[in-house]
């Protein structure tokens, strides 16, 4: 029997454009550079595509900065899939672009209608529980409707709280396997993980916390040696992506992809 948690059959990803120089940020720490980014992308989806998965790749959507980071647009669970409603103005409109490729793939799409604001960034789908952060881009309006669907479907949601001064909760945590998380110290202290066997990252290693478990292999942001060491030592199958220019637009490795 697989496990939805990590083992997929399917990605989409979409590759950046000219107008990712425009992408929303915290902090400036330089334009990124499109040929760079085009060049890790390329090998991201490589290593989506070398486990056997099938991955939809969808043109630059010119006018939307961000569009590369498809994951907040989407939740994609067995039962369907749930179209976001972004904290970002600026996104809105990714979501009915990505909703148009989503529809032919899941018989049951459902959108959440707002007022309320939830992003994919802030969502962990775990063996048990989907747990929800609340943070500067998801409100508690945004986590109450989305939880009305996901009970419906069956699924346990919990809400969280992603630290301050951090985007999106999945910016400090990602899943290695149903029980099993990567996680900041910061983020582990406040007891959202009770009960999981959480993994730390390195000191001065918090931006890997950020990677993804897709089918046999760990997809991680390179040049954070220690935190590969680890997992590696743990068991998994590591593989490092350059994530230096999605990292000036607060991106990683989850962002770059709807994983089902």
């Given at each position: ?162 630290p301050p ?36 990252v390195a ?55 709807l994983r089902?």
């Open positions: 029997m697989s496990d939805p948690t990590f083992e997929f059959s399917r990605a989409i990803t979409r590759r950046p454009s000219a107008c990712i120089v425009d992408g929303l940020r915290a902090k400036d720490i330089g334009t990124p550079d499109l040929d760079r980014m085009q060049q890790a992308h390329t090998a991201y989806v490589a290593a989506l595509k070398s486990t056997g998965a099938e991955v939809t790749e969808l043109p630059p959507l010119e006018g939307f900065a961000d569009a590369v980071f498809v994951e907040d647009t989407t939740l994609c669970l067995p039962q369907g899939a749930i179209m976001m409603h972004p904290g970002a103005p600026s996104r809105v409109g990714e979501v009915a672009e990505m909703a148009k490729t989503v529809r032919g793939l899941y018989q049951d799409v459902r959108q959440i209608q707002g007022p309320g604001h939830v992003e994919g960034g802030d969502i962990l789908v775990t063996g048990r529980e989907i747990l929800v952060g609340r943070s500067d881009r998801t409100d508690a309006a945004g986590v109450a409707e989305l939880a009305e669907i996901a009970t419906e479907w069956g699924h346990t949601l919990r809400e969280v709280f992603t001064g951090v985007l999106h909760f999945k910016t400090d945590c990602s899943l290695m396997d149903g029980e099993t998380i990567l996680a900041t110290k910061r983020l582990d202290a406040s007891g959202c993980f009770e009960g999981y066997r959480v993994l730390h000191e001065g290693e918090e931006a890997a916390a950020n990677a993804i478990r897709f089918n046999n292999l760990v997809i991680m942001p390179a040049g954070f040696p220690r935190t590969a060491e680890m997992l590696d030592n743990a068991g998994y199958e590591v593989v490092q992506i350059d994530n230096s220019e999605c990292a000036k637009l607060d991106g990683g490795m989850s962002c770059l992809s089902f």
